[in-house]
């Protein structure tokens, strides 16, 4: 049994186990929307927007949960093929182990279009919309320079290797220290996955090795919450933390001073953006204006809080 063969049977029987709309014989057209892992509060967050646009749109919705499985995520979007979606909107989980599939896509003429992470080795792709991660990753890295002008020891808690955003993150907060490094020490890096558990456990490791830093930068609020709760077991609390994603859990944190910062990156606006370009094509064949769609991040602090896109959901 060919490739082919197999998807035509075992996907369509609904072996990919897709949340299909119940309906595709409707006039409505059909997008099938995928996020790497709804384990994450992030991605539940995008999953919803993309949902919501969605439905202003007027465009029934696949929804896809990768559950953080490259192989997941591929089937999924091969099950789409299967069901003829009209457009797909996706958060890769990898940027290269999702390459094959999303060209498969492109290469059946459906239109996709990639958010938060980018897919550079594909030709093709719609339109991109996401985040200037690396310019995030100077945000927070310069804010913690700002918060110790004499200097500083610290940990640095990367993401998942092979995502986009960590890759970029990463340098981007190397980008500002690299040239500091005589003051501004990294006595400690390693990846945390993105996951908070693990970086409870990382960051850990790095305080029996190491001694307390004066900084702990996270390329991610779940990791910036789990190094918060490895300072607090030992007590140090002034140890000043940042993140990434604005999460409501985070931002309630940094507004009881808990955390000093974290990076707004506005995903809302970035998924229903990722809509609308993906159904103008979808209808009427609309080339978006800009193939390329970069959202400038910012720190938010005490002083700014005002300016995060999830303020309304914190108690």
Do not use: W
């Amino acid at each position: 049994m060919n490739r082919r063969e197999f998807l035509m049977t075992s996907v369509a029987a609904g072996a990919m186990m897709l949340a299909a709309p119940s309906a595709f014989a409707e006039d409505k057209l059909t997008i099938l929307g995928s996020v790497p892992n709804l384990g994450f509060p992030f991605f539940v967050h995008m999953l919803n927007e993309i949902k919501a646009e969605a439905a202003a749109q007027g465009v029934n919705l696949t929804e896809s949960d990768g559950q953080n499985s490259a192989t997941k995520q591929t089937a999924d979007i091969e099950a789409a093929l299967v069901q003829k979606v009209n457009a797909i909107v996706i958060s890769p989980l990898d940027v290269n182990a999702l390459a094959p599939a999303i060209e498969e896509a492109v290469k059946a003429g459906v239109p996709v279009v990639t958010i938060d992470r980018r897919v550079d080795g594909v030709q093709g792709i719609l339109a991109h919309v996401g985040a200037d991660n690396v310019k995030g990753g100077e945000a927070e890295a310069q804010a913690m320079v700002v918060a110790f002008p004499n200097g500083a020891k610290l940990f640095h808690l990367q993401g998942q290797p092979g995502a986009g955003p960590a890759i970029d993150r990463n340098k981007g907060v190397h980008n500002v220290l690299d040239p500091l490094k005589d003051k501004y020490q990294i006595i400690f890096e390693q990846t945390a996955n993105f996951a908070r558990a693990e970086a409870l456990s990382v960051t850990e490791a790095g305080l029996a090795a190491n001694g307390k830093p004066d900084a702990i930068i996270c390329a991610n609020d779940d990791m910036a919450l789990g190094a918060l709760e490895a300072c607090a077991a030992r007590n140090f609390t002034d140890v000043k933390i940042y993140g990434f994603d604005a999460l409501p859990e985070a931002l309630v944190a940094v507004r009881d001073g808990k955390l000093a910062g974290t990076v707004e990156q506005f995903p809302g606006q970035q998924s229903r953006t990722a809509v609308q370009i993906a159904v103008a094509y979808a209808k009427n064949k609309t080339e978006p204006k800009e193939k390329l769609v970069l959202l400038t991040p910012i720190v938010i602090g005490k002083d700014n809080l005002d300016k995060a896109e999830r303020l309304s959901e914190t108690k």
